[in-house]
């Protein structure tokens, strides 16, 4: 397993995240609409926005992962999804060295396919991801890829509504 590399701008990236005040709040169903839509379009068994602490990251939507709210930022898919500007699409986890023996991998969920878009606010900060996953490897075409990408410009909008 690699670890996901920490963003140059760490500090920067964690105020704005924290201005929005949005960590360890309850469920919004805002949010939770596009998480379950993601997973009904996708037909994937789990959907998630995540948004990346200082050593965790922290889910605030979920499809499929039961009541886990958060796992840690060191095994996350996440922290390399926020290291790009494009959506990480990880075809078949187990052949890729970053996460072939991520515990996220070898054990529940059973990760194989990720795809996680970036949720970069108009300050440039990546904060999080809006993920899916699936127990099976997958590819995604290009349509998929830009309805992925315009759900995730949804939950920026969501976001940003949050701290206007």
């Known amino acids: ?9 760490e500090a920067e990236r964690l105020a704005a995240l924290y201005a929005l005040l949005l960590l360890d709040t309850p469920p ?5 609409k596009i998480v ?12 998630l926005i995540s948004l990346l602490d200082t050593d965790r990251q922290w889910f605030k939507a979920a499809i499929g992962l039961g009541a886990t709210c958060e ?3 060191d095994i996350s898919f996440c922290g390399h999804a926020i290291m790009r500007a494009e959506i990480l699409v990880v075809e078949d986890a187990l052949l890729d060295q970053r996460f ?3 515990p996220l ?11 996680g878009a970036p949720l970069i606010l108009s300050n440039g ?6 993920c899916i996953i699936d127990t099976r490897p997958r590819r995604l ?15 920026v909008q969501e976001l940003e509504a949050s701290h206007a």
């Open 1 to 9: 397993m690699i670890p996901a590399p920490t963003p140059s701008n």
């Open 125 to 130: 900060y990546a904060l999080g991801t809006l």
């Open 105 to 115: 991998v070898t054990g529940a969920p059973h990760i194989r396919f990720y795809a």
């Open 100 to 102: 072939a023996d991520n």
């Open 28 to 32: 919004e169903e805002r949010f939770d």
């Open 141 to 155: 075409d290009p349509i998929e890829l830009a309805i992925l990408s315009t759900l995730r410009s949804l939950v």
């Open 71 to 73: 796992t840690g930022r």
């Open 36 to 47: 379950a839509f993601a997973a009904e379009e996708f037909e994937v068994p789990i959907a």
